[in-house]
């Protein structure tokens, strides 16, 4: 079993930084992929960014640039770094691991907010 705590979120003006942090309590193994998803209001759930060892890390073509997904192992922490954000990125961002047979965790989730 895994938990996911979000931290990070917050409002911040168009054009700033925000660096969400993820920490996974359990066993994270390093097949496991990890990643960021976002709802806004009224739309789908929607994947930002991905990790997996040994891959290159994969992004939504609307964040492509502006953000960068990185792990700690070690710590049982994922992290998205925000930058140039958009009042388009406001949304609650989710922490996600799955596992390489299909079990999924997800975190609570932290609002992002960007104000134009």
């Known amino acids: 079993q895994v938990q996911l705590v979000e931290s990070g979120g917050g409002l911040v003006q168009a054009g700033g930084s925000l660096r969400l942090s993820c920490a996974a309590s359990?066993?994270?193994?390093?097949?496991?992929?990890m990643a960021w998803y976002r709802q806004a209001p009224g739309k789908q759930r929607e994947l930002v960014a991905s990790?997996?060892?040994?891959?290159?890390?994969n992004y939504a073509d609307s964040v492509k640039g502006r953000f960068t997904i990185s792990k700690e192992y070690a710590k049982n922490m994922v992290y998205l770094q925000m930058n140039s954000l958009k009042p388009e990125d406001t949304a609650v961002y989710y922490c996600?691991?799955?596992?390489?047979?299909?079990?999924?965790?997800w975190g609570q989730g932290t609002q992002v907010t960007v104000s134009s």
């Open positions: 996600n691991v799955r596992r390489v047979y299909g079990a999924e965790y």
């Open positions: 990790i997996t060892t040994g891959v290159f890390p």
């Open positions: 359990g066993t994270i193994f390093t097949s496991d992929t």
